[in-house]
């Protein structure tokens, strides 16, 4: 994609798929830690998406897409979630950098295994998870 800045044309990098995994794996473990979030002395507390902006100041449209990999959390964005929800930056990067937390991921219920073979093969890569889910449920009813 060419973009002009400044009279000059440059080109915007494309996200490699170890980029998109490593995105992927930063949101699912955002939305775990987020879902199992407990305020003292409010069992019945949520954490909305919404909430969590505002503590990181950005919209709940923001984590949502930190959420599902569609937009790289920025350090320092992240930095900030992991002091809030009490998980250890290190260990986000690590484990993500791993593929640790992508492979069960839970749409409608239904937990799908999605494996960095099955991306990396794949010829025409598509960001969207919903894309792969689809993928291996027709798979599975061939």
Request: aromatic share 12%.
């Amino acid at each position: 994609m060419m973009n002009q800045r400044n009279n000059k044309t440059y080109e915007k990098p494309l996200k490699t798929k170890e980029s998109i995994l490593f995105d992927l794996n930063i949101g699912v473990l955002i939305k775990k830690y987020r879902n199992a979030f407990k305020q003292k002395g409010n069992p019945l507390f949520k954490l909305t998406q919404a909430k969590l902006g505002n503590v990181i100041n950005v919209t709940f449209q923001q984590i949502q897409k930190y959420e599902k990999g569609q937009n790289t959390v920025p350090p320092y964005k992240l930095m900030q979630i992991a002091k809030f929800l009490n998980f250890d930056v290190g260990y986000a990067i690590t484990s993500s950098a791993n593929n640790e937390h992508y492979p069960n991921y839970l749409l409608e219920n239904k937990v799908i295994a999605v494996s960095y073979k099955s991306i990396a093969e794949d010829k025409n890569l598509i960001l969207s998870p919903k894309y792969w889910i689809e993928k291996i449920e027709t798979n599975k009813n061939k």
